[in-house]
Protein backbone atom coordinates (compact mmCIF):
# COMPACT_ATOMS: atom_id res chain seq x y z
CA UNK A 1 0.00 0.00 0.00
CA UNK A 2 0.87 3.61 -0.01
CA UNK A 3 0.03 6.29 1.97
CA UNK A 4 -1.35 8.70 -0.52
CA UNK A 5 -4.28 6.00 -1.67
CA UNK A 6 -6.79 4.76 0.80
CA UNK A 7 -7.45 0.83 1.34
CA UNK A 8 -10.18 -0.81 -0.36
CA UNK A 9 -11.20 -4.27 0.50
CA UNK A 10 -14.03 -4.79 -1.68
CA UNK A 11 -16.21 -8.55 -0.88
CA UNK A 12 -17.58 -10.37 -4.33
CA UNK A 13 -20.19 -12.95 -2.97
CA UNK A 14 -20.82 -14.07 -6.66
CA UNK A 15 -23.88 -16.27 -6.64
CA UNK A 16 -24.07 -16.63 -2.66
CA UNK A 17 -26.23 -14.98 0.35
CA UNK A 18 -28.99 -13.59 -1.99
CA UNK A 19 -31.98 -13.49 0.47
CA UNK A 20 -32.02 -13.23 4.94
CA UNK A 21 -28.51 -14.41 4.81
CA UNK A 22 -27.03 -11.73 2.77
CA UNK A 23 -29.18 -9.05 5.06
CA UNK A 24 -27.26 -10.54 7.93
CA UNK A 25 -23.98 -10.73 6.79
CA UNK A 26 -24.08 -6.78 5.62
CA UNK A 27 -25.82 -6.20 8.86
CA UNK A 28 -22.80 -7.71 11.10
CA UNK A 29 -20.38 -6.07 8.88
CA UNK A 30 -21.47 -2.64 10.13
CA UNK A 31 -20.00 -3.54 12.87
CA UNK A 32 -16.51 -4.41 11.06
CA UNK A 33 -16.40 -1.09 9.52
CA UNK A 34 -16.08 1.19 12.64
CA UNK A 35 -13.36 -0.62 13.62
CA UNK A 36 -11.37 0.14 10.51
CA UNK A 37 -11.88 4.12 9.64
CA UNK A 38 -9.16 4.25 7.00
CA UNK A 39 -10.29 1.23 5.10
CA UNK A 40 -12.92 1.48 2.45
CA UNK A 41 -14.97 -1.65 2.58
CA UNK A 42 -17.29 -2.16 -0.53
CA UNK A 43 -20.01 -5.50 -0.95
CA UNK A 44 -21.32 -6.90 -4.12
CA UNK A 45 -23.80 -8.74 -3.10
CA UNK A 46 -26.15 -10.26 -5.74
CA UNK A 47 -29.03 -8.47 -7.14
CA UNK A 48 -31.81 -9.78 -5.18
CA UNK A 49 -30.14 -8.32 -2.21
CA UNK A 50 -28.82 -5.18 -3.48
CA UNK A 51 -31.26 -3.03 -1.96
CA UNK A 52 -32.08 -4.50 1.19
CA UNK A 53 -28.17 -4.15 1.77
CA UNK A 54 -27.97 -1.14 0.85
CA UNK A 55 -30.58 -0.33 3.62
CA UNK A 56 -29.00 -2.06 6.07
CA UNK A 57 -25.45 -0.59 5.92
CA UNK A 58 -27.36 2.91 6.01
CA UNK A 59 -25.39 5.46 7.95
CA UNK A 60 -22.34 2.79 7.96
CA UNK A 61 -19.00 3.38 5.81
CA UNK A 62 -19.64 0.75 3.85
CA UNK A 63 -20.39 1.29 0.17
CA UNK A 64 -23.02 -1.18 -2.38
CA UNK A 65 -21.40 -2.53 -5.31
CA UNK A 66 -23.25 -4.84 -7.94
CA UNK A 67 -21.65 -7.58 -9.81
CA UNK A 68 -22.85 -6.58 -13.63
CA UNK A 69 -25.45 -4.85 -15.50
CA UNK A 70 -26.19 -4.34 -19.14
CA UNK A 71 -25.19 -1.35 -20.80
CA UNK A 72 -28.13 0.12 -21.89
CA UNK A 73 -30.46 2.58 -19.79
CA UNK A 74 -33.58 0.92 -20.63
CA UNK A 75 -35.36 -1.47 -22.72
CA UNK A 76 -36.84 -4.40 -23.91
CA UNK A 77 -34.23 -6.12 -22.69
CA UNK A 78 -35.64 -9.23 -20.59
CA UNK A 79 -33.86 -10.79 -17.55
CA UNK A 80 -31.25 -7.48 -17.42
CA UNK A 81 -30.85 -4.85 -14.90
CA UNK A 82 -29.47 -1.13 -15.62
CA UNK A 83 -26.83 0.70 -14.20
CA UNK A 84 -29.24 3.96 -13.36
CA UNK A 85 -31.41 1.02 -11.95
CA UNK A 86 -28.54 0.04 -9.64
CA UNK A 87 -28.04 3.78 -8.51
CA UNK A 88 -31.89 3.27 -7.40
CA UNK A 89 -31.13 0.49 -5.98
CA UNK A 90 -28.33 1.85 -3.72
CA UNK A 91 -25.71 1.05 -5.29
CA UNK A 92 -22.27 3.74 -6.04
CA UNK A 93 -20.23 1.17 -7.45
CA UNK A 94 -20.08 -2.09 -10.18
CA UNK A 95 -17.93 -4.86 -10.88
CA UNK A 96 -16.67 -4.68 -14.58
CA UNK A 97 -15.25 -7.67 -16.43
CA UNK A 98 -14.81 -9.98 -13.61
CA UNK A 99 -13.84 -13.23 -15.07
CA UNK A 100 -16.45 -15.43 -14.80
CA UNK A 101 -18.19 -13.09 -16.97
CA UNK A 102 -16.07 -13.08 -19.59
CA UNK A 103 -15.14 -16.90 -19.46
CA UNK A 104 -18.80 -17.78 -18.90
CA UNK A 105 -20.80 -15.01 -20.07
CA UNK A 106 -18.92 -14.16 -23.72
CA UNK A 107 -17.74 -11.21 -22.31
CA UNK A 108 -14.91 -9.57 -24.31
CA UNK A 109 -12.58 -6.59 -23.64
CA UNK A 110 -14.77 -4.73 -26.13
CA UNK A 111 -17.68 -5.20 -24.07
CA UNK A 112 -15.90 -4.52 -20.94
CA UNK A 113 -14.73 -1.13 -22.24
CA UNK A 114 -18.54 -0.63 -22.93
CA UNK A 115 -19.57 -1.55 -19.89
CA UNK A 116 -16.89 1.04 -18.26
CA UNK A 117 -17.89 3.79 -20.29
CA UNK A 118 -21.75 3.25 -19.42
CA UNK A 119 -21.04 2.71 -15.37
CA UNK A 120 -18.89 6.30 -15.08
CA UNK A 121 -21.42 7.98 -17.05
CA UNK A 122 -24.36 6.38 -14.84
CA UNK A 123 -22.04 7.89 -11.78
CA UNK A 124 -21.46 4.26 -10.56
CA UNK A 125 -17.49 3.54 -10.03
CA UNK A 126 -16.66 1.05 -11.55
CA UNK A 127 -13.72 -1.58 -10.35
CA UNK A 128 -12.70 -3.45 -13.77
CA UNK A 129 -10.91 -6.38 -13.77
CA UNK A 130 -8.15 -8.13 -15.47
CA UNK A 131 -6.05 -11.17 -15.37
CA UNK A 132 -4.25 -14.19 -17.17
CA UNK A 133 -5.42 -17.42 -17.51
CA UNK A 134 -3.00 -20.41 -16.14
CA UNK A 135 -1.65 -21.08 -19.72
CA UNK A 136 -1.17 -17.80 -20.47
CA UNK A 137 1.41 -17.44 -17.42
CA UNK A 138 3.06 -20.46 -18.42
CA UNK A 139 3.71 -18.97 -21.64
CA UNK A 140 4.92 -16.01 -20.34
CA UNK A 141 2.51 -13.90 -21.75
CA UNK A 142 0.90 -12.52 -18.26
CA UNK A 143 2.13 -9.09 -18.32
CA UNK A 144 0.92 -8.91 -22.16
CA UNK A 145 -2.56 -10.22 -21.11
CA UNK A 146 -2.83 -7.92 -18.88
CA UNK A 147 -1.41 -4.97 -20.93
CA UNK A 148 -4.13 -5.70 -23.13
CA UNK A 149 -6.97 -6.15 -20.89
CA UNK A 150 -5.80 -2.68 -19.36
CA UNK A 151 -5.94 -0.86 -22.26
CA UNK A 152 -9.14 -1.33 -23.88
CA UNK A 153 -10.43 0.49 -21.30
CA UNK A 154 -8.11 2.69 -19.52
CA UNK A 155 -9.04 6.01 -21.29
CA UNK A 156 -12.33 5.89 -20.20
CA UNK A 157 -11.31 6.07 -16.50
CA UNK A 158 -11.55 9.18 -14.32
CA UNK A 159 -9.87 9.30 -10.50
CA UNK A 160 -12.47 7.33 -9.08
CA UNK A 161 -12.24 3.93 -10.96
CA UNK A 162 -10.66 0.97 -9.64
CA UNK A 163 -8.73 -1.60 -11.20
CA UNK A 164 -8.90 -5.25 -9.63
CA UNK A 165 -5.84 -7.35 -10.51
CA UNK A 166 -6.86 -11.23 -10.25
CA UNK A 167 -5.14 -13.89 -11.77
CA UNK A 168 -7.78 -16.71 -12.82
CA UNK A 169 -5.61 -19.74 -12.39
CA UNK A 170 -5.99 -18.01 -8.50
CA UNK A 171 -9.19 -17.31 -7.85
CA UNK A 172 -11.44 -20.19 -6.15
CA UNK A 173 -8.51 -22.28 -6.04
CA UNK A 174 -6.47 -21.53 -2.79
CA UNK A 175 -3.74 -20.46 -4.68
CA UNK A 176 -2.61 -17.16 -4.52
CA UNK A 177 0.21 -14.83 -6.63
CA UNK A 178 3.16 -14.08 -4.22
CA UNK A 179 3.32 -10.21 -3.46
CA UNK A 180 6.67 -10.40 -5.74
CA UNK A 181 4.27 -12.03 -8.44
CA UNK A 182 1.14 -9.69 -7.74
CA UNK A 183 3.58 -6.43 -7.79
CA UNK A 184 5.28 -6.86 -10.91
CA UNK A 185 1.45 -6.81 -12.54
CA UNK A 186 0.46 -3.92 -10.24
CA UNK A 187 3.52 -2.30 -11.35
CA UNK A 188 2.58 -2.86 -15.33
CA UNK A 189 -0.73 -1.82 -14.71
CA UNK A 190 0.31 1.48 -12.95
CA UNK A 191 2.71 2.05 -15.66
CA UNK A 192 -0.26 2.10 -18.06
CA UNK A 193 -2.27 4.87 -15.43
CA UNK A 194 0.60 6.81 -15.14
CA UNK A 195 0.31 7.70 -19.37
CA UNK A 196 -3.12 8.99 -18.36
CA UNK A 197 -2.09 11.02 -15.42
CA UNK A 198 -4.16 8.58 -12.96
CA UNK A 199 -1.14 6.65 -11.52
CA UNK A 200 -1.16 8.18 -7.99
CA UNK A 201 -4.68 8.17 -7.29
CA UNK A 202 -6.13 5.05 -9.11
CA UNK A 203 -6.42 2.30 -6.83
CA UNK A 204 -5.41 -1.20 -8.03
CA UNK A 205 -6.86 -4.24 -5.68
CA UNK A 206 -5.27 -7.43 -6.06
CA UNK A 207 -8.19 -10.54 -6.02
CA UNK A 208 -7.54 -14.49 -5.86
CA UNK A 209 -7.77 -16.59 -2.90
CA UNK A 210 -6.80 -13.69 -0.90
CA UNK A 211 -7.84 -14.97 3.11
CA UNK A 212 -7.24 -13.48 6.68
CA UNK A 213 -3.47 -15.07 6.76
CA UNK A 214 -2.42 -13.95 3.18
CA UNK A 215 -3.79 -10.35 3.50
CA UNK A 216 -1.13 -8.71 5.27
CA UNK A 217 1.91 -10.29 2.97
CA UNK A 218 -0.18 -8.73 -0.20
CA UNK A 219 -1.66 -5.48 1.30
CA UNK A 220 2.31 -4.56 2.19
CA UNK A 221 3.26 -4.00 -1.60
CA UNK A 222 3.38 -0.80 -2.51
CA UNK A 223 1.40 -1.12 -6.00
CA UNK A 224 -1.39 -3.00 -4.01
CA UNK A 225 -3.90 -0.62 -2.47
CA UNK A 226 -6.75 -3.02 -1.09
CA UNK A 227 -8.16 -6.73 -2.37
CA UNK A 228 -11.19 -7.87 -4.15
CA UNK A 229 -11.77 -11.07 -1.62
CA UNK A 230 -14.35 -13.54 -2.95
CA UNK A 231 -14.78 -16.87 -0.57
CA UNK A 232 -13.42 -15.45 2.42
CA UNK A 233 -15.73 -12.23 2.14
CA UNK A 234 -18.51 -14.58 2.64
CA UNK A 235 -18.32 -14.40 6.62
CA UNK A 236 -18.20 -11.06 8.70
CA UNK A 237 -15.23 -12.80 10.53
CA UNK A 238 -13.00 -13.49 7.67
CA UNK A 239 -13.81 -10.49 6.11
CA UNK A 240 -13.44 -8.69 9.13
CA UNK A 241 -9.98 -9.99 9.24
CA UNK A 242 -9.18 -8.91 6.13
CA UNK A 243 -10.27 -5.16 6.52
CA UNK A 244 -8.27 -5.41 9.61
CA UNK A 245 -4.99 -6.61 8.15
CA UNK A 246 -5.29 -3.43 6.03
CA UNK A 247 -6.36 -1.25 8.72
CA UNK A 248 -3.35 -2.17 10.87
CA UNK A 249 -1.02 -1.80 7.81
CA UNK A 250 -2.41 1.95 7.79
CA UNK A 251 -2.09 2.48 11.21
CA UNK A 252 1.61 0.94 11.65
CA UNK A 253 2.96 3.85 9.31
P1 LIG B 1 -11.71 -16.06 -4.21
O1 LIG B 1 -11.29 -15.06 -3.15
O2 LIG B 1 -12.79 -16.97 -3.74
O3 LIG B 1 -10.55 -16.74 -4.82
O4 LIG B 1 -12.41 -15.18 -5.38
C1 LIG B 1 -11.73 -14.10 -5.90
C2 LIG B 1 -12.65 -13.35 -6.77
O5 LIG B 1 -13.00 -13.80 -7.86
C3 LIG B 1 -13.15 -12.05 -6.31
O6 LIG B 1 -13.78 -11.35 -7.33
Request: charged share 20%; net charge neutral; hydrophobic share 45%.
Amino acid sequence: MNSTRKPLIAGNWKMYKGGLAGVELASALKKVARDVPNVDMVIAPPFTVLAACAHEVEGSSIAIAAQNFYPKNEGAFTGEVSAPMLRDSGCTWVLVGHSERRQYFGETDASVAERTRVAIAAGLEPIVCVGETLAERETGQTIAVVNRQVSAFVNLLTHHAVIAYEPVWAIGTGKTAGPNEAEEVHMAIRAQLERRGLGMTTRILYGGSVKADNAAALLACPNVDGALVGGASLEASTFGAIARAAQGLVSSR
